[in-house]
């Protein structure tokens, strides 16, 4: 879906993520959303803070799951996927903070494996997830999953891609500073979602965009494999469009 500005997209995601919250909580049951960090759904976010102090809109009823944390760094970095949420989202809307799972880039490296594994099942017991957002990398990567990442992969410790790392470099006051291993979700766990919506602005991710939805999918760009899945959309600005 092209839409003429980011601002737009962004109100269009927030009015969706709107009906499926009253949905759900009309049903008696939680909306289990997927959520991305970056500077990508900055505005989404911004969005969905007005649409709870103007129009009520509750997250009471709201369960989410992070699909990513730099391995290495404290809560309380600058630049934490945590800090991040709650400075964005969390801290402006009525999430009960049980309902909150971010990824937790503390654990030691020797219990990473069983970490991994229990945010997959707490993932499954609330239900498996409504709704994914997603932002993209220019090497193609969804979440953390660099190129190289299966179709199948699970939540795990990765890598980071040194044009990921050149890309963070600004944000972490030098290359040298960004952390090389991250936790992220994986693909499977993505492509498990029930609706996956991919948000790109911008000429910088023309060129991801036009190859994640027309080249074949294969593990060379991650973002492909979100063309097999049945319920998948990007939304994306017109110059982020502008090479499809
Ligand atoms: C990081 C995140 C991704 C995000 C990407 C793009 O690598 N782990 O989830 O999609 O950055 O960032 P931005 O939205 O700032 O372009």
Redesign the pocket.
Known sequence: HVHDTADEASRALAREIAVLVRDRAAAGRAAVIGL??????VRLYRELVRMHREEGLSFKNVVTFN??EYHGIPRAHAESYWRFMHEQLFDHIDIPPAAVHIPDGTVPRAAVFDWCRDYERQIKEAGGIDLQI????RTG????NEPGSGADSRTRLVTLDSM?RR??ARDFLGEANVPRH?ITMGVGTILDARRIVLLAWGGA?ARVIADAAEKPPSETLPASFLQQHPDATFLVDRAAASEL
């Not at 991305?36 to 759904?41: C, E, F, I, K, L």
């Not at 997603?134 to 990398?137: C, E």
């Open positions: 991305a960090t970056g500077s990508t759904p699909l990513d997603l932002g993209i990398g990567h969804i979440g953390f990921t890309d963070a991250a991710k």
